[in-house]
């Protein structure tokens, strides 16, 4: 079945260092999006990439949608103590709404 | 802005046991899901709803699970007898319109613990 996977697993970065998450699918997606999730909570939306080659940017945050529409990135500038929690990435399975997590990248910033 | 609710916040419960989760969607959302996630784990899809019925569930969402919008606001999931491998976070969430192309809204979840 489909599998979404990501890279690294744990990060760990000084405040203003620079942070990446890769995510990577075995069969090409017609979209992807990233939720953040903050120690204890909930997953949170973030942004939904729809076009081959897309890239979005929320402030600090980029985010980037591979050409082949099978891998993706979470980029953040200058990481804050704020953006501590997990972040995943999540395909859509099928025209239900099923969303495939990847394992998610969580992210310690010391400060 | 709306949210999603869920109740109880935690649950703890005894192996053999039945408990019903209850989560009150956004409320002009039509479209119902229900994720779990172990401990440490990532999120993994169990069932979609709409229109009062499931629209694809996965394997883990096996008989001993259900589904059911009982009025207009509440959304639940019942497991009728619980093992210890249940024990996990639930998270309802809900999407105004269907499809994979629009972002869902999780609740805070239910914690479920089976003893």
């Known amino acids: 079945g489909q599998q979404v996977m990501q890279i690294p697993q744990y990060q760990h970065v000084q405040e203003g260092e620079d942070f990446t998450t890769y995510c990577n699918s075995s069969t090409t997606l017609s979209n992807i999006q990233w939720y953040k999730q903050r120690p204890g909570g909930h997953p949170v939306f973030l942004i939904q990439?729809?076009?081959?080659?897309e890239v979005k940017k929320q402030k600090r945050l980029t985010f980037q949608f591979g050409e082949a529409k099978k891998n993706s990135s979470l980029h953040i500038t200058a990481t804050q103590t704020t953006d501590v929690g997990t972040y995943f990435c999540?395909?859509?399975?099928?025209?239900?709404?099923?969303?495939?997590f990847g394992q998610g990248t969580t992210l310690q910033v010391k400060p | 802005e709306p949210e999603v609710t869920q109740t109880p916040s935690h649950q703890v419960t005894q192996m053999g046991q039945e408990v019903i989760l209850r989560c009150v969607p956004i409320?002009?959302?039509?479209?119902f899901y229900w994720y779990r996630q172990i401990l440490g784990q990532k999120v993994e899809f169990l069932v979609s709803f709409y229109n009062n019925e499931i629209s694809e569930k996965s394997e883990i969402f096996d008989d001993q699970f259900s589904v059911e919008r009982p009025d207009g606001s509440n959304f639940t999931l019942k497991i009728r007898s619980t093992k210890l491998e249940d024990s996990a976070m639930y998270f309802c969430?809900?999407?105004?319109?269907?499809?994979?192309?629009?972002?869902?809204?999780f609740g805070p979840g239910t914690r479920l613990t089976v003893t």
């Open positions: 409320s002009n959302h039509l479209y």
């Open positions: 969430a809900s999407s105004r319109f269907k499809g994979p192309s629009y972002e869902q809204y």
């Open positions: 999540a395909g859509p399975r099928s025209n239900t709404g099923k969303l495939i």
């Open positions: 990439l729809v076009k081959s080659g």
